[in-house]
């Protein structure tokens, strides 16, 4: 089945400073997903990536999908506390079909 | 809307008793996924519906483990016998159909087996 590797596991970042989390998938995929998942929390739901080369941003945050439809990544930029937390990548097939989720980055902030 | 409702949120229960682990999803949502959540193993779906209908249950660990959707507002995860090794955060998820707007998790069942 598909299988989707998140780097890094772990994050520990200076507040202020950029930071970015990647995620690689050996299968070309339809579509990507991102979510985050605050401590004790549950996971929300981010943005989804479908076209080639896509590049999508929600103020601080910049989401790329590769050319090849093979990997992703997640940029923030200027590290803020409220960024503390784990950050998913999920993939699936089609609409509607199962989520493989990546094994996250667990993100921690350094004030 | 209030979203993705799971209960109970906490349940600490004996080896060996039966588990119910219940999940209302959003009103219009098609699919309904169940996860469960561990350090060791991630996120792992174990069961779907799409439109009440069970699509995929190749994540069930084993036959212990049972889901039912009988209608479109309702679904149960239930463990028997449960075992300590089951312990777990549980996660109920929907989504719409086209799936653009992503999956709608509740706030999961904490259940720990002693």
């Known amino acids: 089945g598909q299988q989707v590797m998140q780097i890094p596991q772990y994050q520990h970042v200076q507040e202020g400073e950029d930071f970015t989390t990647y995620c690689n998938s050996s299968?070309?995929?339809?579509?990507i997903q991102w979510y985050k998942q605050r401590p004790g929390g549950h996971p929300v739901f981010l943005i989804q990536l479908v076209k080639s080369g896509e590049v999508k941003k929600q103020k601080r945050l910049t989401f790329q999908f590769g050319e090849a439809k093979k990997n992703s990544s997640l940029h923030i930029t200027a590290t803020q506390t409220t960024d503390v937390g784990t950050y998913f990548c999920?993939?699936?097939?089609?609409?509607?079909?199962?989520?493989?989720f990546g094994g996250g980055t667990r993100v921690l902030v350094k004030p | 809307d209030a979203g993705v409702i799971q209960s109970p949120r906490h349940e600490v229960t004996e080896m060996g008793q039966e588990v119910t682990l219940r999940c209302k999803p959003i009103s219009g949502h098609n699919s309904l996924f169940w996860y469960r959540q561990t350090m060791m193993r991630g996120l792992e779906l174990l069961i779907y519906?799409?439109?009440?209908?069970?699509?995929?249950d190749s994540g069930m660990p084993e036959d212990r483990f049972s889901a039912k959707m009988p209608n479109a507002s309702f679904s149960t995860l239930k463990i028997q016998p449960s075992e300590p090794r089951d312990s777990a955060v549980y996660f109920c998820a929907s989504s719409a159909s086209g799936g653009g707007y992503g999956y709608t998790f509740g706030s999961g069942t904490r259940l720990t087996v002693v």
């Open positions: 999920a993939l699936s097939k089609a609409a509607g079909n199962k989520l493989t």
């Open positions: 299968t070309t995929l339809s579509n």
């Open positions: 519906f799409n439109n009440n209908v069970p699509i995929d």
